[in-house]
T-cell receptor, first 115, second 111 residues
Framework: DGGITQSPKYLFRKEGQNVTLSCEQN?????MYWYRQDPGQGLRLIYY???????QKGDIAEGYSVSREKKESFPLTVTSAQKNPTAFYLC??????????????FGPGTRLTVL | GQQVMQIPQYQHVQEGEDFTTYCNSS?????IQWYKQRPGGHPVFLIQ?????EVKKQKRLTFQFGEAKKNSSLHITATQTTDVGTYFC???????????FGTGTKLQVIP
């Protein structure tokens, strides 16, 4: 909820173009995540990062790339290699205390439509 | 890999009726979380269960974690139109592993 911003809320791109989705958090959380949600479906993990300058592939990383140069920022690039990029993209963050899983706080999401 | 399934996928209830969604994991979980996503919105954390057999209540919502820590349920008593949305469970096998979200149950409440 509060403290995580994603922009823009709606994004339209032509097929074949790369597009970068922004995600910023001011919660001082170590971990950040990117999910994809398709209509009527659950959340699928694209990439996650537990610390600055480190990130891991999730379940559907193909066609996406990320960077984590700063603790508060975790941008996601949807490349032209992603075959079905039209979806609702959600960014989340968590504190990541040692030895347990912390709750995730989600941003408002970006709805990407590729024409 | 870990899989988390939820049933039912959709549920329509008359306002005032009860509702239950079930969450089943292919692996033993260290904890389970529940989230609610309103139509057009983003998931919002509801609760986390950690102990085997744990039961927690939030007003009309009752959350339960199975004895084997592989399943969980969310029960809503006397649904209201404000309960409309998709309910997700999310769990992991412990440590720093990523959380796996369930497939979600979409609840519609008919006034």
């Amino acid at each position: 909820d509060g403290g995580i911003t994603q922009s823009p809320k709606y994004l339209f791109r032509k097929e074949g173009q790369n597009v970068t989705l922004s995600c910023e958090q001011n919660l001082n959380h170590d971990a950040m995540y990117w999910y994809r949600q398709d209509p009527g479906q659950g959340l699928r993990l694209i990439y996650y990062s537990q610390i600055v300058n480190d990130f891991q592939k999730g379940d559907i990383a193909e066609g996406y790339s990320v960077s984590r140069e700063k603790k508060e920022s975790f941008p996601l690039t949807v490349t032209s290699a992603q075959k079905n990029p039209t979806a609702f993209y959600l960014c989340a963050s968590s504190i990541l205390p040692s030895g347990s899983t912390d709750t995730q706080y989600f941003g408002p999401g970006t709805r990407l439509t590729v024409l | 890999g870990q899989q988390v399934m939820q049933i039912p996928q959709y549920q329509h209830v008359q306002e005032g009726e009860d509702f239950t969604t079930y969450c089943n994991s292919s692996t033993t979980l260290s904890n389970i979380q529940w989230y609610k996503q309103r139509p057009g919105g983003h998931p919002v954390f509801l609760i986390q269960l950690v102990k085997s057999g744990e039961v927690k209540k939030q007003k009309r919502l009752t959350f339960q974690f199975g004895e084997a820590k592989k399943n969980s349920s969310l029960h809503i008593t006397a649904t209201q139109t404000t309960d409309v949305g998709t309910y997700f469970c999310a769990g992991d096998s412990g440590g720093y592993q990523k959380v796996t979200f369930g497939t979600g149950t979409k609840l519609q409440v008919i006034p």
